[in-house]
């Protein structure tokens, strides 16, 4: 049952994470999977553990191939051409996850086929933080199991070892605890809202009275005096962000901005302020100085340049219009069927909890009739039986890849060090038991 109602409230004091067995609130066949614990005062009144569920860390990488088959024509999604616009990204990414956790085995000196550090590999829509672009482009979303082989992972991808491409990889200068607080609307000493939670065997309850909430199947570890498990999609922060639809699409005039701080930090010190000056008698909102410089200035002269440069702009557009673009418009609007970056949080949670769903009814299925078409771009649960695994073994050895992956782990190690991840800093670089993740904690304060 997904809650929507608040069942407990715990202050953001100090956070951090483990590896630890999968159990049943973890969805994962796995041997380790990542648990983020958060400790601080509770609304029940007692000091809290609360140990956070189905949180993997992630980067970006550009899809680079094309949703299109290999002969030049463009495909539709209805019909029998929708299996073969499945199968060529469904090859992509799985040819994709076995190099790479094969790269990061070897670079370890493990078994491939005993270790697994790839959580899931899904395809994603979003916007190039650079340059000007009016519609959306396909990304990939690699989550990893274990967040202190984030730096060892995507030094293969820039090496050019993997699938002989060099990877234009995205937002993995963020570490895992800030991308959880980032994509779930938390920030130090701010509040977690929780829906339902699962409580670790209370050590002084009273049998008379009905314990407050479920029982959780795992072992208590802490001291504090109330211990309780939650999956991601019961924080109830996260419904408070919204998307910023804006960039997706050219819109003439440009969207006018919000009233209200996107940043919830903020947002929240506006909040305080306003009751302060409530609280006072004064108007919640003081009212803004007026800018007359706008007003006064006149209309100015013409730019000397100006139909020189909108001769060349025009020049430049007529080149592209030749271009064969990497998704054609022909294409049966690919990304009505793919998750934006923001919406992909969601993407591993069981699909009774997600709340995004292809916006989308294929009408060309039956003839006068409007069913539900099935999404191409979802879930895959088994690999093609030619799947490859396609890694620059050579150059992985070399003493060269070796000597990269200890300066960017070292430089990764000190930026956790500076950031407060103090754990990260005692020089277990990737603790490992006969090719199983074994146990990492690495903790900071946000």
């Known amino acids: 049952m997904n809650s929507s109602t608040k069942s407990l409230s715990v202050l953001i004091n100090q956070i951090d994470y483990t590896l630890a067995p999968p159990g049943p609130l973890d969805n994962s066949p796995l041997s380790r999977v990542p648990i983020i614990r958060i400790y601080g005062a509770s609304s029940a009144g007692q000091k809290a553990c ?9 980067f970006f990488i550009e899809y680079t ?25 469904h090859r992509y990414i799985t040819k994709l ?24 590999i899904i395809l994603v829509k979003g916007v190039h933080f650079y340059g000007f672009h009016s519609s959306y482009t396909p990304f990939l979303k690699i989550h990893l199991v274990d967040p202190a082989l984030m730096s060892r992972a995507v030094t293969l991808m820039q090496s050019g070892t993997i699938m002989r491409t060099k990877f234009r990889v995205f937002e993995s200068h963020l570490s895992y605890l800030l991308q959880f607080m980032c994509d779930f ?3 130090g000493c701010g509040w977690i809202n929780l829906g339902e939670v699962w409580e670790r065997s209370p050590e002084c309850q009273d049998s008379s009275v009905a314990p407050p909430f479920m029982t959780s199947a795992y ?19 996260r419904h408070q962000l919204q998307a910023r639809n804006m960039h997706n699409k050219l819109t003439i005039p440009a969207p006018p901005f919000p009233s209200e701080p996107v940043v919830l930090s903020v947002r929240e010190l506006w909040e ?4 302060r000056r ?53 294409h049966d609007n690919w990304d009505t069927w793919v998750m934006t970056t923001f919406e992909s949080v969601e993407a591993l949670w069981e699909p009774q909890f997600r709340f995004w769903k292809p916006g989308k009814t294929d009408v060309n ?12 771009f979802d879930t895959w649960t088994s690999t093609p039986e030619d799947a490859e695994v396609d890694v620059d073994e050579t150059t992985l050895s070399s003493q060269d890849i070796d000597q990269i992956l200890s300066r960017n782990e070292g430089e990764w190690a000190e930026d956790a060090c500076e950031d407060g991840d103090f754990d990260d800093c005692q020089g277990d670089e990737d603790p490992q038991v006969d090719g199983e993740v074994a146990p990492h904690e690495g903790r900071g304060d946000r």
Request: with cysteine.
């Open 97 to 120: 996850s076995l190099s790479l956790n094969h790269a990061i085995a070897l670079s370890l000196k493990r078994n491939p086929s005993k270790s697994q550090y790839i959580r899931a």
């Open 65 to 89: 191939a094309k949703l299109t088959p290999d002969n030049g024509t463009y495909c539709s999604l209805s019909g029998h051409t929708r299996l073969t616009l499945f199968q060529l990204v």
């Open 219 to 237: 072992c208590r570890q802490s001291r504090m005096p109330l211990e309780v498990d939650v999956v991601s999609h019961q924080i109830l922060n």
């Open 185 to 187: 609307g938390l920030y």
């Open 272 to 275: 305080d302020e306003r009751r």
């Open 278 to 330: 409530m609280n006072k008698g004064l108007s919640p909102t003081p009212t803004l100085q007026i800018d007359f410089s706008k007003t006064t200035r006149g209309r100015g002269g013409d730019w000397v340049a100006e139909a020189r440069w909108w001769e060349e702009l025009r020049k430049k557009i007529e080149e592209e219009r030749d271009n064969e673009p990497l998704v054609s418009e022909d």
């Open 50 to 58: 609360v140990h956070i569920h189905q949180v993997y860390p992630y």
């Open 365 to 376: 299925v039956l003839e006068g009739s409007t069913v539900e078409a099935e999404n191409p």
